[in-house]
Nanobody
Framework: DVQLVESGGGSVQAGGSLNLSCLAS?????MGWFRQAPGKEREGVAS????????????YYADSVKGRFTISQDNTNNTLYLQMNSLKPEDTAMYYC?????????????WGQGTQVTVS
C-alpha cells in the first residue's frame, strides 16, 4: 500500500499563494490533486503522468484552475506538489492527494487525509 500525507494548506487572502505537498510512502508515476468544498462533490483539480520519459510530463488541469495552479512531481523523494497562485474564495476546499498503482487504472486507489485551504 501507498500512504499519502498532504501538507501546506492554510488560510490566505484572495490573490495569495499556497504550495501544497504530498509525501508518498512509495513511488507512483500517476498522481493527482482533488478538492471538495462543503456541500459540493469532489472534483479533480490537476493530475500528472510521469511514466512518459519527456521533459514535460503529461498534466491535466481543471478549467477553473488553468493558468493559476501548477502540478509537479519529484520522483526522487516521492513528493507531489501543487503550486496555487492568484487564489480565489471559490478555491476554498479540502484538498486531497491521490495516487494510482498503475497509470492505466481509471480510478485512483490511494488517497490522503486532506489539507484545508481557505481563501477569504
Amino acid at each position: 500500500d501507498v500512504q499519502l500525507v498532504e501538507s501546506g494548506g492554510g488560510s490566505v487572502q484572495a490573490g495569495g499563494s499556497l504550495n501544497l505537498s504530498c509525501l508518498a510512502s512509495g513511488s507512483s508515476l500517476c498522481m493527482g490533486w482533488f478538492r471538495q468544498a462543503p456541500g459540493k462533490e469532489r472534483e479533480g483539480v490537476a493530475s500528472i503522468d510521469t511514466s512518459i520519459d519527456t521533459s514535460s510530463h503529461n498534466t491535466y488541469y481543471a478549467d477553473s484552475v488553468k493558468g493559476r495552479f501548477t502540478i509537479s512531481q519529484d520522483n526522487t523523494n516521492n513528493t507531489l506538489y501543487l503550486q496555487m497562485n492568484s487564489l480565489k474564495p471559490e478555491d476554498t476546499a479540502m484538498y486531497y492527494c491521490a495516487a494510482k498503482t498503475f497509470c492505466y487504472l481509471t480510478q485512483y486507489n490511494y488517497w490522503g487525509q486532506g489539507t484545508q485551504v481557505t481563501v477569504s
